[in-house]
Structure formats: structure tokens, C-alpha cells
């Protein structure tokens, strides 16, 4: 079992910046997939950026390329997601889940974090 746990959610005004952390706990991290998804009200879940276990191999929705940065410290079990030019249309919960499969299967999710952009 991992427990995925999010924080450095809140509210900011559009051009800022936010880090998002995401500590995880149970398992061996290093070897897991990890990922941020979103999901604005009103609106269903969607993918926002990976990380391979290696580090290796990242990927970005076409909404945040160029602005949010996704990345992970195996010796601390945390993923981040750094978040710069935020919108008003980046506003959600943010969730950090993991990927035990490697092959997009999101097992395991946290409980989420609210970012909040003000126009």
C-alpha cells in the first residue's frame, strides 16, 4: 500500500508561482511512475504531468507546457510540481498519484490540494 500525501496548495494571483509537493509513504517510490492531475469544478479529472521512476522520461498536457515543472527526489519520496504563470484557468484540486505498472495505470492517489488563481 502507499499513501500519497499533497500540500503547498493555495491561493495566488494569475503570473504567480506555487510548488506543490506530494510525500509518499509505503512503498518503494523510487521505482514508481509518479504523476499530477486536476480537476476543476464542474469539470472531470485530467492529466497534468508525469515522471518516470527513473527521472528519465517526462511529459505535460498541452495547457501548462512551458510553465509547470514536474519533479521528484527518490531520497526524500516526494514529487513535485512547480507551477509558474499560473492562470485563472489553472484553478483545481491538484492530486498526485502513482504508478506502480509503469504503464499508466494510477493505483494509488492523494487526497488532493486546492490551488486557487485570482484574475
Known amino acids: 500500500q502507499v499513501q500519497l500525501v499533497e500540500s503547498g496548495g493555495g491561493l495566488v494571483q494569475a503570473g504567480g508561482s506555487l510548488r506543490l509537493s506530494c510525500v509518499a509513504s509505503?512503498?518503494?517510490?523510487?521505482?514508481?511512475?509518479m504523476g499530477w492531475f486536476r480537476q476543476a469544478p464542474g469539470k472531470e479529472r485530467e492529466f497534468v504531468a508525469y515522471s518516470s521512476w527513473s527521472r528519465g522520461y517526462r511529459n505535460y498536457a498541452d495547457s501548462v507546457k512551458g510553465r509547470f515543472t514536474i519533479s521528484r527526489d527518490n531520497a526524500k519520496n516526494t514529487v513535485y510540481l512547480q507551477m509558474n504563470s499560473l492562470k485563472f484557468e489553472d484553478t483545481a484540486v491538484y492530486y498526485c498519484a502513482a504508478d506502480p505498472s509503469g504503464y499508466f495505470k494510477w493505483d494509488y492517489w492523494g487526497q488532493g490540494t486546492q490551488v486557487t488563481v485570482s484574475s
Open positions: 509505503g512503498r518503494t517510490f523510487s521505482n514508481y511512475a
